[in-house]
């Protein structure tokens, strides 16, 4: 018996050690970041430098961390690497996370707060809202990300304007739409900022606090 218990004790330390792997390769806010934009599309080293504002450099050290950590995998394409998620749950689980450091650090809610206060007569739909009127057929669902995250996956019925093209592409809207911009997701602020600007140009417009992967979970 006391061997046993000797070979449990070693299992649940081997165990342990193991899970932690995975806190410690989120212990990074780029890590975490990179994780978020693949969680949206594949990308090359080169475009996730230029998503997240880092040198090809250090998000390839950081690549490989998280690839150390079984979290994201790679393909090749050429001379490119092509980096994705490595597996879809990693999705919900990120999603947990958001909705669990959000629960339980008033200060994430604070910052949403405070910036949206800055922003004059912002309305957010819920997803059920944004739903029906699709249903409906009385809006247009704007989708701000860039475009290959639009072509990997997007809500039925949206139309793809990215973020930076807004100037430009909202003027091939119907003056008399009523329009839903939605990004990636609950912390990116997009969405709230085209609103606002959809809004100074004369559109009716409303922002969707969720992106893609929220609207499928919601409605899966």
Known sequence: MEDMLKCAKLFKEDLYKQLARIGKCLSSDKRLEILNVLSQSPRTVEKLAACT???IANVSRHLQVLLDAKLVKFTKKGTYAIYSLADPEIIDFLSSLWKISEKQIPDIGKMKDDFLNNLNDIHTLSMDEV???LDENSIILVDLRP?????TGHIQ???????EDLDILMGELPEEAEVVAYCRGPF???????TQKLQVEGFKAYR???????WQEHFH
């Open 53 to 55: 504002d880092m040198n």
């Open 157 to 163: 019925g949206a139309i793809s304007m990215p973020m």
């Open 147 to 151: 475009k290959e995250e639009f072509e």
């Open 188 to 194: 990116c602020v997009y969405s709230a900022l085209a």
């Open 131 to 133: 739903k029906k009127k």
């Open 208 to 214: 969707m606090e969720d992106g893609l992967n929220e």
